[in-house]
């Protein structure tokens, strides 16, 4: 069994777009600028969002924070989301989800120029994926195909199955996987929670996905010998033998899954810091405006 080491692959990603922000930067370039809207104080969010920022700093991003309070109204998020749009100086930005219940994350994510649209999650740039076409790839299928690619994982002709049909993971990785060429070329089965034979269609699978957000859903006999399993999932559990309270807990049920494998990722440092990862490849494609060009 071989660790997918997540952390050290997102480490090694930000140095590589490091350098070319230096690039970028001595050439007299604008420096790539991302923006971040953070809804409410629901610690999930909060982590996932001061972590994106720091990322940005240690690649020499710009970033800016803008933080509502949990009673914002549709209204003035929407004109948050229309000044930033209008903002030259942004490249990128991105709205953690989840928003709150008074809040259409689906009238707010179309709200976005599919140009700034960061995270890969505008109708325009999730249509250009399925289609193939250049556009921005959502950030978290992104991060496990890269990482896939980088270690070498073959995935042509395998069946992979996906736990979840999530519009943030499981839909676009199904669609990446079976892609034409590598990594995809995958036969895929999405499994969501009204598939009766979960178990029995996993153990078919060459390699796994795990994004339903259920605390070691995956257990050791639901997996075959050498599989290659990524797990997606990160649920904060009480936990009393930790300083912050919770424990980062993922999809797959671990220790008892890991023997099986040929790869398998941890939770935490597997997916979650190539999500980061993909982000800041993605905004600094905007700032290149390389995908797309901005005439304004
Ligand atoms: N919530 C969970 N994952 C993500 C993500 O990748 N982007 C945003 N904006 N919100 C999220």
Known sequence: MQLIDGKATAAKIREEIAQEVKKIKSA????????AILVGHDG????YVANKVKACEQVGFESTLIRFENDVTEEE?????????NDPDIDGFIVQLPLPKHISEDKVTE??????DVDGFHP???GRMSLGLPGFLSATPSGIVELLRRYEIETRGKHCVILGRSNIVGKPAATLMMRKGYPGDCTVTVCHSRTPNIKEICLQADIIIAALGVPEFLKGD???EGAVVIDVGTTRVPSDK???????????AFDEVAPKCSYITPVPG?????TIASLLKNTLLAGKKEVYSIEK
């Open 44 to 47: 999930g969010s909060e982590t």
């Open 28 to 35: 007299g370039g604008k420096t790539p600028h991302l923006a």
């Open 242 to 252: 930790t300083k912050s309270g919770f424990k980062l807990t993922g999809d797959v």
């Open 77 to 85: 998020l929407l004109k948050s989301v229309e000044k930033l749009n």
């Open 111 to 116: 709200a976005i120029d599919y140009r700034k």
């Open 222 to 224: 639901m997996v075959k």
């Open 124 to 126: 325009v740039n999730v």
């Open 270 to 274: 597997g997916v979650g810091p190539m």
